[in-house]
């Protein structure tokens, strides 16, 4: 247990290790995970190290596995998780049987990525051409049969108008007398639909009108080879006069990335390259999708293995970079490392050792001293499934130093019941117990599924967190006696109504009054009496008086606590100086200013109330209950304000005035002590040290040494007073205005209480009540029907239906008491409860 409220006592071990046997005994205490080792080497450079290239080798692996994983991921294929137990560091024989599969799944997965996108390609230029194909040979057949190749050319080129520009053109049919200089040219290709605009406003400016564009859009997306994205192109022709302008329209074209392609001129070369471009299409098709199932196969072997490989291939980067950190003697035959051991572990530790040795074949045994040190230990805590996640949020705001007080296992009951404060809610709670509860009791299975979910691996690691906020916030809802925002009446109410009936039927917003017969002078036996939950007038008064003063309650107790664990310190590193200007001037500070305020709390509530049967005393009812943070105000600025209600004391207690102003005196004086306190302490002690030559217990205990310990280096020098105003400055200033705004912050535990309880009212109104009525409704209208599908028929009083009969045509009574019998109506045509047709004549069977 005394790990449990106090780090580990740890201890400064040198370990010896023969060569052949380290990597083993490494690997063994890396498994173990209580060893931290020491840097021996901290002035060689990380590349001059004598496993820097085993380091080398796990980082190209790590390279590759991360490559085949992306691969993985990017065909959608699962990993198979790694299944029992997380598999041991490999020996360094396997490490090169890794390389090799790993170098083989690479270069295999690299070549057929190779292999495929070549193919992709090809598939995406004779995709490209068949589009080209049928694209020109559309824009050749609706210009057939009209003018002559050189007539249409020339007046598409020369018009001004480009709606023009669609006259008939006929390509392939030269005529002989034509000078061939003036016959038009044409190129064919395809752009990304984006760029066409752009495409179109630079052909027209750079060739000055004297070309003819067509487009068309490809209809279907294209898969880029590179990337794998789905792209939409456009198929355009461009006809033009001249080299000089093919030249101009070619550099556009590559300048805007398009893609050209040779076309025919005469139809039946057209019909015959398309022809032969379907046919390489087919087999490219069968080709790719050969590379495709190749691929797969491959990236489906890896992905059995590949979690199990990642965790082979980091267990053995860990233990070279562990070796790293050793040193070698003279012989370069043995390694000497240093590590910080728990002491209560010494055993496990020479027993993990030996295995290791076993494992290597090694015939000389690793020797484990203990060495005695000056330093200071490192902090570890021991922690099991449990407290595991309470831990980590104490390492959420710091790491207490060595062997210092835990605060862990207090927040195992201060956090979930700090959050039951504002989360106080039955119903609620109730669904977040059984929340955390199922992840508890399905841990095994939940754990064996490895779900890569940040947010589920946050909740799951809480669990039991969740279980205990969850119940706590039970416990605070039968408190506050609140479930969905209403109220439970389990022991009977301590009030009585004395409003009429009328009152009670017309009025929006009852209230509650103490100073009346109406309170029975006995309390509820636990939790708020339900009755306030119909006080609608002041029940919103009520709940926050009683949150805010229970909040300062709690939160005042709570610091309390935390200072009183510094005492638990000081006392075992038997710090008296520290128990005498630390410890008690900052619990008077909090006795006599905080504290304060809550007897006051508590003599409020037990002096001021009614006072039955005839309620003559007023000095002791509500109307002269002062209020809390006035009178704390008023006494820390020495301020008296008489009390201007008639018959009122102004004060709640005989001496109640000269006691504050004591108290706070009392409070600021506390602060100097704080301050100059400890370095007086040490400026006289190094003044006796300097003078009588012995060294400081206390000067050696501030620096973490316990009783029995040795002395750290650092007490052997005289501190610099300076730095130790600066720090104890430091220090006052933070508890101060800490006491101060921590104690306000609790009032956040009010403040959240309330705006839950006011949103689980708004839900219940808005969402739960309707949501409830509407299922009632339904389930009325689907009895209704079932009784007409069954009855057909109602009463005679027309508002509820028979009850169950041996005889569907018997008569029998009403639910109001009357006799009732089977109507039929002539006219009727529809049944009165489900609505559906039926015939227009007389029938026992209709309404």
Request: hydrophobic share 40%; net charge positive; aromatic share 10%.
């Amino acid at each position: 247990m005394g790990s449990l409220f106090r780090s580990e006592e740890m201890t400064l071990c040198q370990l010896f290790l023969q060569s052949e046997a380290a990597y083993a005994c490494v690997s063994e205490l890396g498994e173990l995970g209580l060893v931290q080792f020491r840097d021996l080497n901290p002035d060689v450079n990380a590349f001059q190290r004598k496993f820097v290239n085993e380091v080398r080798r796990c980082d190209e692996m790590e390279r590759k596995l991360r490559y085949l994983e992306k691969e993985i991921r990017r065909d959608g294929i699962p990993m198979l998780e790694i299944p029992g137990e997380v598999p041991e560091a490999p020996q360094p024989r396997e490490m090169i049987d890794l390389e090799a599969t790993f170098e083989k799944l690479e270069n295999e997965l690299r070549e057929v990525n190779q292999n495929a996108e070549a193919l992709k390609r090809n598939y995406l230029e004779l995709t490209e051409l068949k589009h080209i194909l049928r694209k020109t040979q559309v824009f050749f057949d609706e210009h057939e049969g009209g003018a002559s190749t050189t007539e249409s050319m020339t007046r598409a080129l020369i018009s001004d108008d480009p709606n023009k520009h669609m006259g008939q053109v006929q390509l392939g049919f030269r005529d002989k007398q034509e000078s061939l200089e003036f016959l038009p040219c044409f190129v064919a290709g395809v752009i990304l639909r984006e760029r066409i605009p752009a495409f179109e406003r630079m052909l027209w400016r750079a060739c000055r009108g004297n070309v003819f564009l067509r487009q068309a859009e490809i209809d279907t997306p294209l898969e880029d080879p590179s990337s794998s994205d789905q792209v939409y192109k456009s198929v355009f022709i461009i006809f033009f006069q001249g080299d000089q302008l093919k030249t101009r329209v070619k550099k556009i074209c590559e300048g805007f990335r398009a893609t050209l392609y040779p076309c025919p001129e005469a139809p039946a070369d057209r019909r015959e390259m398309a022809m032969g471009v379907m046919t390489r299409i087919e087999d490219l098709n069968t080709v790719l999708g050969q590379t495709q199932d190749h691929r797969h196969r491959v990236l489906v072997a890896a992905a059995k293995n590949i979690k199990n490989w990642f965790v082979k291939v980091r267990k053995i980067k860990a233990i070279y970079h562990t070796l790293n950190l050793f040193n070698l003697d003279v012989t370069q035959k043995c390694l000497i490392a240093e590590c910080w051991v728990p002491a209560l572990d010494l055993e496990t530790i020479q027993l993990a050792l030996r295995r290791g040795t076993e494992r290597s074949g090694s015939s000389v045994p690793p020797i484990l001293n203990r060495m005695e040190t000056l330093e200071d230990p490192p902090t570890y805590n021991r922690t099991n499934k449990f407290t595991s996640a309470f831990q980590n949020l104490i390492y959420a705001y710091g790491v207490a130093t060595y062997r210092e007080v835990n605060p862990a296992p207090y927040t195992i009951i201060t956090f979930p019941f700090l959050f039951a404060v504002m989360f106080g809610d039955l119903g609620h709670g109730a669904i977040m117990a059984v929340f955390g509860f199922w992840m508890c009791y399905k841990e095994k299975p939940l754990q064996a599924k490895k779900i890569d979910s940040e947010i589920w691996n946050i909740f799951f690691g809480g669990r039991y967190i969740v279980l205990l906020m969850g119940l706590f916030s039970m416990y605070t809802g039968l408190i506050y006696n609140d479930i969905f925002s209403k109220s439970l009446n389990i022991f009977g109410s301590s009030w009585r109504q004395n409003y009429n009936e009328s009152t009670l039927t017309t009025a929006k917003s009852l209230q509650l009054n103490p100073d009346s017969m109406d309170y029975l002078q006995h309390p509820y036996p636990f939790g708020i009496d339900p009755v306030w939950q119909l006080a609608e007038a002041n029940k919103i008064i009520f709940m926050n008086a009683y949150k805010m003063k229970i909040s300062i309650i709690i939160g005042v107790f709570h610091m309390l606590f935390g200072v009183c664990l510094s005492l638990w310190n000081h006392l075992y590193f038997k710090r008296r100086i520290s128990v005498y200007v630390e410890f008690i001037p900052q619990i008077l500070f909090l006795l006599l200013l905080f504290f304060y305020m809550v007897l006051l709390m508590f003599i409020k509530w037990t002096s001021y109330g009614p006072s039955p049967p005839n309620f003559d005393d007023v000095r002791t009812s509500g109307y002269c209950a002062p209020s809390i943070l006035i009178t704390f105000i008023n006494m820390m600025l020495f301020k008296t304000d008489p009390n201007m209600r008639t018959d009122c004391d102004d004060t709640m207690f005989a001496g109640q005035m000269g006691l504050q102003k004591f108290f706070v005196i009392a409070a600021l004086m506390c602060v100097p002590v704080m301050l100059f306190g400890k370095p007086y302490f040490i400026m006289k002690e190094q003044k006796a040290r300097a003078s009588q030559g012995h060294q400081s217990i206390e000067a050696s205990a501030e620096n973490g040494t316990a009783g029995g310990a040795p002395v750290p280096a650092s007490a052997h020098h005289d501190e610099d007073i300076t730095e130790v105003f600066i720090h104890q400055a430091i220090h006052t200033i933070e508890y101060v205005l800490g006491s101060v705004s921590h104690t306000a912050s609790y009032l956040r535990l009010w403040a959240l209480s309330l705006a839950h309880a006011q949103l689980a009212e708004v839900a219940w109104n808005m969402l739960l009540r309707k949501g409830i009525s509407t299922l009632i409704i339904i389930h009325t209208l689907s009895t209704c029907r079932a009784a007409c599908r069954t009855r057909r028929r109602t009463c005679a009083c027309g508002r509820c239906r028979w009850r169950t009969r041996s005889s569907p045509r018997s008569r029998g009574t009403c639910c109001s008491g009357k006799a009732c019998s089977p109507r039929a109506t002539r006219a009727a045509s529809t049944c009165t409860w489900c609505s559906r047709a039926g015939p227009p004549s007389p029938s026992p069977s209709w309404c």
